[in-house]
């Protein structure tokens, strides 16, 4: 449990942004409130005066502690690894930091930006058809995973469940990227070792407790 203000995220059940910072609170053994922003009801809450005023650019996730407001996944979770030391999401060692990084902005860089809700919205806003954004988001997830596939052959401790010897940043942002796949039909045959890491994070209570269907404000249809 942490001392000192509440953590307020302010969070989207579905969006996988919100579910890696979920994670890493988790991971961590942090408590906190959550604040749900629905991102499509009413044209979407994120584009209201109020949440503007917390995030500029209308996205979610918005982490409040005390006075402060942090934006942008990445640096949520980097934040939360450097305020509170219990259980460190990255490594001690510099190489493997830097590494470990490198993983996590494979998915928050060049993955994510180009299947996410607000790129959905424009390609379906200019007349492409559900099934081709569908198409859309499969072929670039489907090349981000096979690039990531290969770099966890590669890794030193194969054997192991996790990218390290426990679950950290990387599959914070590993495992909410899946769910996108998943969502849109992505088939995940060729990524044995994505579908292994995310098999073994999945039976863990923080990612439990963080999956997007054990949210409040969950709709599952």
């Known amino acids: 449990m942490n001392d000192g203000p509440q ?7 579905r969006s996988s942004a919100a579910y890696r910072v979920r994670i890493a609170l988790n991971l961590k053994g942090l408590s906190y409130e959550q604040q749900p922003v629905h991102l499509v009801r009413n044209g979407g809450e994120q584009h209201s005066e109020t949440f503007r005023s917390k995030n500029p650019q209308g996205l979610v996730p918005v982490l409040h502690h005390g006075a402060h407001v942090l934006t942008q996944s990445m640096a949520i979770c980097e934040y939360l690894d450097e ?9 001690a060692d510099p190489v493997a930091r830097a590494v470990v990084r490198s993983m996590a902005l ?3 860089c060049e993955i994510h930006p180009l299947n996410n809700l607000r790129v959905r919205e424009y390609l379906r806003g200019h007349n492409h058809a559900a099934l081709d954004v569908d198409r859309w988001t499969r072929h670039w997830i489907t090349a981000g995973f096979g690039a990531i596939e290969k770099q966890l052959v590669q890794r030193a401790g194969e054997d192991t469940d996790f990218f390290g010897n426990s679950p950290g940043l990387f599959e914070c942002f590993l495992v909410p990227q899946v769910y996108n796949a998943e969502r849109c039909g992505t088939d995940l045959t060729a990524f044995p070792q994505i579908r292994h890491i995310t098999a073994s994070c999945r039976q863990l209570d923080g990612f439990i407790v963080a999956a997007p269907e054990n949210q409040p404000d969950a709709v599952i249809k």
């Open 83 to 91: 305020q509170f030391e219990q259980y460190p999401l990255l490594p």
């Open 106 to 108: 494979q998915i928050a």
């Open 7 to 13: 953590l307020t995220l302010y969070g989207y059940w």
